[in-house]
């Protein structure tokens, strides 16, 4: 991902979509609410579709945990892994399997808030007694994510991932703009934007398409640097006004990026775009979490020594997103033996080696604070090690707004964004089709 590698990653990707469209289903891939035998060995079949593929910065852990997961149950469980490129596209697919009721047998929740969804359907199986019953499983919940994966004093999900998340800079295209260090107010912000501008740099790395992470990001940190409403507001589970003075000035000040700091493909431009456009030294800052800092340093996707060229900040106003990621759950099945074989997963998945795993491969902050962030991860991922420092200062944190808002806004956000920009909406305009996508949930 770089601007020698754009077109070619691009194609690479375009091209495995269009061969996931062109290719007959394998058989184990439709769904499955029974337990499915690999042909002669009773061997059951656990089909799960995801995201974390190809290019994803997570592919590589899960890839891993697959091949592991198949060798240590070898005749007694396997999974099936389903591709779904773009997380756009997996959340859609599990939102039509919903309605159907034909839930593959686990679901990761990740950012999505799908866990709400199929609970509310009686879809979910619960894990109070699984969990509690194990003392090694059970230690793994800290406070924050039994909050963060129960509903009603039950626990229905298991998490695997922390989300402390800040932003990335490039340091040498800061110096070039005569920036010294990242900004700690907002105005400062964006002279700082100004000075990057006129130094023929683009500011920023933006996206609006498939949910509009990145920019999403940049969005719900200044409404809950605004003021304390700001704050309770994106503390708010599943929020159905976006009427708000914060949101509609957060609003304001995303269209002012998207029209003067960005660059031309951020509209209808996906993660990958701004993912790009970082790598590639074409935009000076961009909005996301640790897990990218592997990238940095992985010449298939960046520059050679791009990673000495990063530096981590949390965001102006003393804040930084820091909350567990909703885990995998088990979706209820037919045939209870494929809910075991599900159960087995998610407790893999997001064991104490799952998360060692994710965090020395990728540079993601696991989500038990019994999971020590070792001295090897902090050599290999300095920058890991320089952002989490910053963020222990961080005097404001909240859950981002992708993880609390309903899910159908994910297409909301994505489709009014470009809208924003153009000025076919203004802000309030565009925080009030966030809000009239949030009553549709009631």
């Known amino acids: 991902m770089k601007k020698k590698w754009i077109a070619v990653t691009l194609a690479w990707a375009m091209g495995v ?3 996931a469209g062109c290719t007959t289903k394998n058989p184990d891939q439709s769904g499955g609410n029974t337990a499915k035998d690999s042909g002669n060995s009773g061997e059951i079949v656990i089909n799960y579709p995801t995201f974390q593929v190809g290019v994803n910065t997570a592919a590589p852990v899960v890839s891993q945990l697959v091949e ?6 070898k005749g007694k469980y396997r999974i099936q892994l389903e591709e779904v490129p773009g997380d756009a596209n997996y959340v859609d697919k599990i939102k039509v399997q919903l309605g159907t009721g034909d839930l593959p047998p686990v679901v990761y929740g990740g950012g999505y808030n799908l866990l ?6 009686d879809l979910v199986l619960d894990l109070t007694d699984t969990v509690g019953g194990d003392p090694e499983w059970k230690g793994l919940y800290s406070d924050a994510s039994l909050e963060t994966n129960s509903r009603n004093g039950k626990i229905y999900a298991s998490s695997a991932e922390g ?3 800040g932003y990335f800079y490039n340091k040498e295209l800061f110096e070039k703009a005569g920036i010294t260090e990242p900004a700690k107010t907002w105005d400062e912000f964006f002279k700082q934007c100004d000075a990057l501008k006129a130094a023929g740099i683009t500011p920023l790395a933006m996206d609006t398409a498939d949910s509009a992470w990145v920019t999403q990001l940049w969005l719900g940190a200044m409404a809950a640097t605004a003021n304390e409403d700001g704050l309770k507001f994106m503390e708010t589970m599943n929020p159905d006004d976006y009427n708000t003075p ?3 000035a957060a609003a304001e000040k995303v269209q002012t990026m998207l029209r003067e700091y960005t660059t031309l493909d951020a509209i209808g431009g996906k993660y990958e775009n701004a993912a790009n456009n970082f790598l590639s030294g074409q935009a000076a800052m961009i909005a996301n979490g640790p897990w990218m800092i592997g990238d940095f340093e992985d010449e298939a996707k960046a520059m050679p020594g791009f990673s000495d060229k990063v530096g981590s900040a949390i965001y102006p106003g003393g804040f930084v997103y820091d909350a567990p990621i909703q885990g995998y759950f088990v979706t209820k099945q037919d045939d209870p033996k494929l809910e075991e074989a599900a159960i087995a997963m998610v407790k893999f998945f997001t064991s104490a080696h799952a998360q060692q795993l994710g965090l020395e491969t990728q540079g993601m902050i696991p989500a038990s604070q019994t999971v020590e962030i070792t001295e090897e991860a ?3 991922y300095p920058l890991l090690a320089d952002f989490l420092n910053q963020a222990e200062e961080a005097a404001i944190r909240s859950d981002n707004m992708q993880s609390t808002m309903y899910s159908n806004l994910l297409d909301v956000i994505s489709q009014e964004l470009p809208r ?6 203004d802000p309030k305009g565009f925080c009030q089709s966030l809000t009239d996508g949030a009553k549709k949930n009631q």
């Open 163 to 165: 989300s402390i998340i």
């Open 116 to 121: 709400d969804l199929a609970v509310a359907k």
């Open 17 to 19: 979509t269009i061969l």
């Open 378 to 380: 902090k050599r290999k």
């Open 420 to 425: 924003l920009y153009s000025g076919d909406l």
């Open 246 to 248: 914060e949101m509609i």
């Open 68 to 73: 592991e997961f198949n060798k240590e149950y």
